[in-house]
Nanobody
Framework: QVQLVESGGGLVQAGGSLRLSCAAS????????MGWYRQAPGKQRELVSS???????KYADSVKGRFTISRDNAKNTVYLQMDSLKPEDTAVYYC???????????????WGQGTLVTVSS
């Protein structure tokens, strides 16, 4: 089976930084698009940033200029560098990876377990 393991969340003061990591493990042939979503209390899950295999990136307007998404294809890992954090960034952050497995060969979208980011004022 394929699993995504997230890490890097925590408590930080406004203006601080955190780096989130999400690593996929299992029988993986290739990873395609990768993305980070977040869900704040009482709100729907929203797309924060995405990156395709070729490296093109997209960002939500609310984080543009402050967050940076990157990937390491050899490690099947996606990162989210978060700088100049604001209280409104407080949420549970989830990674999502579109990938192809080997046993059998199938295309899947897999979600991480979520990691809590809390930004205090």
């Amino acid at each position: 089976q394929v699993q995504l393991v997230e890490s890097g969340g925590g408590l930080v003061q406004a203006g601080g930084s955190l780096r989130l990591s999400c690593a996929a493990s299992g029988s993986i042939i290739i990873t395609n698009a990768m993305g980070w979503y977040r869900q704040a209390p009482g709100k729907q899950r929203e797309l924060v940033s995405s990156i395709i295999r070729g490296g093109n990136t997209k960002y939500a307007d609310s984080v543009k200029g402050r967050f940076t998404i990157s990937r390491d294809n050899a490690k099947n890992t996606v990162y989210l560098q978060m700088d100049s954090l604001k209280p409104e960034d407080t949420a549970v952050y989830y990674c999502n990876i579109d990938l192809v497995t080997t046993s059998p060969m199938r295309r899947l979208e897999v979600w991480g377990q979520g990691t809590l980011v809390t930004v205090s004022s």
